[in-house]
């Protein structure tokens, strides 16, 4: 198992979290995190609810600022970083958001122009399989399908970083492997890719380099091998983590 260690140049980690400190009232989210996502990778989080894996994201994206602490995305920090810089960046958040009056492609549509380069709709409504719902409004949708069209919404600026908040959360067997694929995909074009998860599975078959967080900082990092040093990484997990606070 090794401590979150910080070395390497910037081109190397596409993502860089350095000592980060966030506080909600007395509830200290994020409490001294630090972690990196090596450029062209997968970075899998793990962490019990409430371990501030949203919140670290919500940093890493500009949504939310750290009190204290150094956030590097691409080199620039996201909370002062200009639209250059946004479009470089794509997040799925959780599928709340998602406008329940519209239709799929409609909002693909909509969202791609936003973008200066955008990605082609059509080919990526299709690779996510969002065609074959197209017709329905969005809040008729079961959770897998919002899942697929949240993840194609996430593609369509062409990100060099992507953060994936519980990809495959609510899918069926064949719609998890299905995302797995892509997100690997992604990878091997040269897409940095962080996935937040609560699944060993996931962490397991997707992750390069793997996160564990427990109550606001990071308690292993590395390659999967060497965060578990052969023991499961489900045995590894319930040693380092504490029941979530949220
Ligand atoms: N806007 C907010 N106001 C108050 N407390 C918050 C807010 N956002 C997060 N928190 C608290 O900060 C802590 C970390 O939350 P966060 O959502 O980052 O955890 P998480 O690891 O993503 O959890 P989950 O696995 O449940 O998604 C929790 O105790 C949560 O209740």
Redesign the pocket.
């Known amino acids: 198992m090794t401590e979150a260690g910080h070395e390497g140049s910037a081109a190397d980690f596409a993502v860089t979290l350095t000592e980060l400190h966030r506080s909600?009232?007395s509830?200290h989210?994020l409490d001294g995190l630090s972690w990196q996502a090596a450029t062209g990778r997968i970075t899998a989080v793990l962490?019990?609810?409430?371990?501030?894996?949203?919140?670290a994201v919500e940093c890493a994206v500009g949504l939310g600022r750290p009190d204290r602490g150094v956030v590097r995305v691409l080199g620039a920090d996201p909370a002062e970083a200009d639209a250059d810089h946004r479009a470089k960046v794509g997040v799925m958040l959780q599928t709340g958001g998602l406008p329940g009056g519209s239709k799929p492609m409609r909002l693909l549509d909509h969202l791609s122009r936003f973008y200066a380069a955008p990605a082609d709709v059509g080919a990526t409504a299709r690779r996510l399989g969002v065609v074959d719902f197209a017709g329905t409004t969005i809040r008729r949708l079961s959770g897998g399908q919002k899942q697929r069209l949240a993840l194609a919404a996430a593609l369509l600026g062409r990100p060099e970083v992507l953060f994936l908040d519980e990809p495959a959360a609510g899918l069926d067997p064949h719609g998890r492997l299905e995302v797995w694929d892509i997100i690997r995909a992604l990878r091997d074009e040269g897409t940095t890719v962080v996935v937040?998860t609560?699944s060993f599975e996931e962490a397991e078959r997707l992750a390069d380099h793997l996160v564990i967080?427990n109550a606001g900082r990071t308690v292993a990092e590395g390659s999967l091998d060497s965060v578990t040093g052969g023991r499961s990484l489900e045995d590894v997990y319930f040693g380092l983590t504490t029941r979530?606070?949220?």
């Open positions: 909600y009232g509830v989210a962490g019990p609810n409430g371990a501030g894996k949203t919140t937040t609560h967080m979530g606070r949220a």
